[in-house]
Structures are given as structure tokens and as C-alpha cells.
């Protein structure tokens, strides 16, 4: 986009850095791999090599230290570029459970080996089918053993589980009615997935109407170290939630870039179609909804690093963070809508990428929080109206 905004400047360098190296990937890959359903392995590489997965991991455990806006500004270049962050966003942000609430020997054994993307810890098993948005409800069960968790069970839509070292698993080690506290009773624990895979887990793919490396994973007696429980038994549901502001800022993040990308082709080809002897982009029924989707991605872009910023500023941040997700996904899938119309039937064509984007932002709408799940949020939360659920 040709506008300059403040947040542009506090991270321009990031910003450029990030978009020489997607230069290097351009639709041609995108392209092979979605018709592949493949992992980007060779854009993942370069973006770990390059240090920006490590953005958010400190110093003194070999990353870089940034605060969320830097990781944010990172997901929307690689977006805006027309890339997709999804195969590798949850290798930045996972790792902040065990930075929260991991013990000392935790972080130093594993944020310096995913800092050096030596570890990728970017699979988070917390999904379930019978349990979905209900969290509370999932069936996954953790079992003490003398000094290991067993664990039993299954979950849907755990991303990049193939591409992944560590698995962050949420897991009940208290049976619900057992639970002093309704949000008592779950565990979060740290798999090394490299021990288990095709033995006591197995991981099969899920194939979806976008490439995004998702899969069911079934666990069969897996035995984990007792001191892979991260913080204390019982306690995991509140950590999970705790990360969760994080993601969906990031996630938004994303979604700026997608709109961001929508709004310059669909301008740019406004303005080279020519029918009836004149530009398309001429017609105001044309330029009317890139307009609209302008106005709604910038609104969306500043309650995007408002969030980020009160995140760095150590606020509570779960109205903004939804607020940012909620109007981010809105927007993106707006432009999305509005950039395939302003492309006719050519917006349906594979070439253009214009329907890959449009299938990777539809994602938004349900994960990493569906919709209804943030208006019942503020509703609940922010207007204080009474609990639906
Ligand atoms: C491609 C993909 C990747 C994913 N990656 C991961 C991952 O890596 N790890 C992980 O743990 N999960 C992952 N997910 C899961 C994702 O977080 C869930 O799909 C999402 O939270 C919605 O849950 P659900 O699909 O079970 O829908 P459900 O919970 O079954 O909901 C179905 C519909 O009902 C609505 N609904 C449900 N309850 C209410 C209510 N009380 N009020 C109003 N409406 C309601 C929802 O908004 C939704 O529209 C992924 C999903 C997809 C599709």
C-alpha cells in the first residue's frame, strides 16, 4: 500500500526485510505447492534462518527479544506479499506457554533449540471432534504413572503436526466432575512427537479446501515424562487461554496482509482492464467496494496494533484482541469477496492466486476462534449482557 502509517515506521526495517525475502517466493510457488496441498518447507526455512520465527523469544534464550507489534508487522508483510504464514505463525507464538509458565529448566532446555529452529514446536493439539469451541469438554485424558502422564484420546485440526518436533497438548488429568472449578482439571504437557510418532500417536492428514498441513492425531497409551507438564496439573485450561490474546492479534495481523494484498490487485486491475473504451476502475460500481474494503482494512489495521500495543504494554487485552480479529477477519474476507468481482471470471482462475487467497482468508471467519465465539465474548465480557453458553 502506498499510505505510511506509525506503526510502518517503528518497524520498517522488519518490514522491508520480510518483503525481500518473500520476493524470493513468489505466486508460481504458492501455487505448486496449494495444488500439491504441500508444505512450503523451502519458505519456512528461509523465514526461520532469517530469525523472524524467533521474533519473540528473549535474548538470554538466543532470540530476538521484539514485542508482539515487530511479530505482527512480520505475519502482515508475509500476507500483504501474498504468501500465507500458516506453516510456520504457531512456531513464533507457541512457544509462550513455556515462556509464561514453564519452570527454568523447561525454558533453557527447549526456547534456545526453537529460537535456532533446531526444535519446531508448532503443533497445538487442543481441538477435539466431539468437543470442538467447547473446550472444557474435550475427551483427551492424561493418566499419572509413576513418574510419566499417559495419555489417550484424539484431536482434529491439529496443524502442521507433520512438520513439527513438539506438540503443545491440552489434555484432562481431573475428571470433570471431579473438578473443584469448572475450568479446573485440564493439563497442558510438551510431547516430543519425534519418540511416539507411529507408535503410541499416529497422525493422519486432513485435507482441506486450502493447503494448510492440518490432521487428526490419535494417542494410544502415550507415555510422557512427568516433567514435561508444563506449570501446575490442573491448571492448563487458564494457560491456554492465556496465549490465546496472542494468537488471534496475529492471526488479525494476518488478515490485514491478505486485505492489504486483495485491495492493490484489485486497484491495480481496475485500472489496466479496459472495456467500453475506458477503464473498469472509472465506474464508481467498481471503485465503491475497493473503497469500502480500503476503509474497513485500515479501521481494522488500527484496532489491530492498538491490541498489540496494550499487549506490549503488559494490559489486559482480551476486548482488543478480539475486537482485532473479529474486525481483521471481517475485512479480509470482504476484500477477498470484493477483489474476485472486480476480476470477473479472471478472479476464478489459478493463475491470478486471487481464488487461492480468497479459499486461505476464509479460514478466518471459524479459526483460530470462530466468529460467534468473539460476539459472544464481547457481549459477555465487554457489555456485560448475561452468559449464553
Ligand atoms: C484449517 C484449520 C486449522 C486448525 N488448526 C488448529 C490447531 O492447530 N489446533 C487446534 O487445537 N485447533 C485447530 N483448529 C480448530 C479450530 O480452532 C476450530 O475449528 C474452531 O475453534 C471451531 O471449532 P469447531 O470446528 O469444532 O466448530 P464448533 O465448535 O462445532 O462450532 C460450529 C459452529 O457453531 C458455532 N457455535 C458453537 N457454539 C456456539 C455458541 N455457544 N454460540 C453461538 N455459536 C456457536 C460456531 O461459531 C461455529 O460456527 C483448526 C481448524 C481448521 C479448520
Redesign the pocket.
Known sequence: MATKHKHDDEHADIREGVRALCAKFPGEYWRALDRERAYPKDFVAALTEAGYLAALIPEEYGGSGLGLSAAAAILEEVHACGGNGAACH?QMYTMGTILRHGNAEQKATYLPKIAAGESRLQ?????EPT????TLSLRTTARKEGDHYVINGQ??????AEHSDLMLLLARTTPREQAKRRTDGLSVFLVDMRLALGTSMNITPVR?M?N?A?TQIFFDDLRVPAENLIGVEGQGFRYILAGMNAERILIAAECIGDAKWFIERATAYAKERVLFGRPIGENQGVQFPIARAYAQMRAAELMVYQAAAKYEAGEGVGAEANLAKLLAADASWYAADMCVQTHGGFGFAEEYDIERKFRETR?YQ????????I??YLAEHVLDLPR??
Open positions: 504457531a503443533a497445538f493439539g487442543v481441538t468437543s470442538g469451541t467447547d484431536k482434529l485440526w491439529t496443524s502442521r482441506t486450502m494448510h492440518t479460514l471459524v479459526a483460530p476462534i470462530s466468529t460467534n465465539l460476539l459472544s449464553s453458553y
